[in-house]
């Protein structure tokens, strides 16, 4: 959690770990699909591809039981993606929050700064406007 990063540090390993969450969560839902290929059979499925559960086009008549199917369907695509995701999230977590950190210092601002992500979906754009500022030389104070 000391010395800096430099933008480029910071967005590469961002951009790779992304890349892995995002290879987990296709993966987990093509497990699903495997499993469960009656839930995503039926009036609403437009492509055999696509990876996740249906859903009816707006203003295309939808009965309830029809509408908890799709749900229960939702909430288990969800858990798989999460059960899939957890191993990256909690192996990725500690690296990338160090990279944050490291350069937010290059910004010449307190790694404290971080704490921002605790707002929701505010926060976390804060934070990404914060890690797009350019170095500053004074953030030798951190090295």
Known sequence: YSGRASRSEF???NMLALSV???CDIAARRYDRSRNPD???GPHNKDAFW???DRPAPGMPETQEEQAARKQRFNRAEMTSLAFSAP???ALGVPTLSLSVRRIHDANLSGHWMWIHAFPFI???AAFALS???SNPKGERFD
Do not use: E, I, K, R
């Open 39 to 41: 839930s995503y059979t």
């Open 11 to 13: 967005w590469w390993p």
């Open 123 to 125: 926060g976390s754009l």
């Open 88 to 90: 990256a999230l909690v």
């Open 132 to 134: 797009a500022l350019p």
């Open 21 to 23: 969450l995002m290879a």
């Open 51 to 53: 990876p996740f559960p």
